[in-house]
Nanobody, 120 residues
Framework: VQLQASGGGLVQAGGSLRLSCAASGSILSINTMGWYRQAPGKQRELVARVSSGSSINYLDSVKGRFTISSDNAKYTVYLQMNNLNPEDTAIYYC???????????????WGQGTLVTVSS
């Protein structure tokens, strides 16, 4: 299974970006998709995730600014990030859990990461 993330870039504080992550690989189902981020010198942290049944979780610091959504038919997850600030600067990683494919089951998978830089 592969997770292909896109949409990162450089934006000024107060600006917006939209990240996308598409899963591929003869997928039959995915239970959870989401985004983590890792800033320089810091641990990777969960930003947002959406599970089957539409359960959604957000990091407290992004609530009200970020919105996660998914297209289940396309196994794609999006992260709309508004009112960005320099503290949001990080590499953002797409993540998926409990993935059933025609060949095998994956407990989890990571995308390659996309860099988001917010200038002050």
């Amino acid at each position: 299974v592969q997770l292909q993330a896109s949409g990162g870039g450089l934006v000024q504080a107060g600006g917006s970006l939209r990240l996308s992550c598409a899963a591929s690989g003869s997928i039959l189902s995915i239970n959870t998709m989401g985004w983590y981020r890792q800033a320089p010198g810091k641990q990777r942290e969960l930003v947002a995730r959406v599970s089957s049944g539409s359960s959604i979780n957000y990091l407290d610091s992004v609530k009200g600014r970020f919105t996660i959504s998914s297209d289940n038919a396309k196994y794609t997850v999006y992260l709309q990030m508004n009112n960005l600030n320099p503290e949001d600067t990080a590499i953002y990683y797409c993540h998926a859990e409990k993935i059933n494919t025609r060949r095998m089951y994956y407990s989890a998978a990571w995308g390659q990461g996309t860099l988001v830089t917010v200038s002050s």
